[in-house]
């Protein structure tokens, strides 16, 4: 129900836009995150925004750099990376959470109930 978009190979320092669009279920009340799993290491946090589009939260390695913002209207979140760095290498997930408040995020796997498949992102030095 959930399908992300936008991945694909980048060198340092340059722009990629993920894109998750939903379908079938409208994620319109729900806090919607993004996470990233590199080889060996566990999946990590990176940007979670809240329903009302006005509370948003990073993870410290993307602050500045990563900006969370969704479309209501379309059912889609998206995540602008800019200034990408050969650590951003990654697959990027994206999620939703079940909420009933409009100013919550959340940036801690277990508290979403939707996941998409991942899209791999590669940054080249």
């Known amino acids: 129900q959930l399908q992300a978009f936008g991945g694909g190979l980048v060198q340092a320092g340059g722009s990629l836009r993920l894109s998750c669009a939903a379908s079938?279920?409208?994620?319109?009340?729900?806090?919607r995150g993004w996470f990233c799993q590199a080889p060996g290491k566990e999946r990590e946090f990176v940007a979670a925004i809240a329903w009302s589009d006005q509370d948003t939260s990073y993870a410290d390695s993307v602050k500045g750099r990563f900006t969370i913002f969704r479309d209501n209207a379309k059912n889609t979140v998206y995540l602008q990376m800019n200034s990408l760095k050969p650590e951003d290498t990654a697959v990027y997930y994206c999620?939703?959470?079940?909420?009933?408040?409009?100013?919550?995020?959340?940036?801690?796997?277990?508290?979403?109930?939707?996941w998409g498949q991942g899209t791999q992102v590669n940054v080249s030095s």
């Open positions: 079938r279920r409208t994620f319109v009340s729900y806090a």
């Open positions: 999620a939703a959470a079940r909420t009933y408040n409009f100013d919550r995020y959340y940036s801690a796997a277990n508290e979403y109930d939707y």
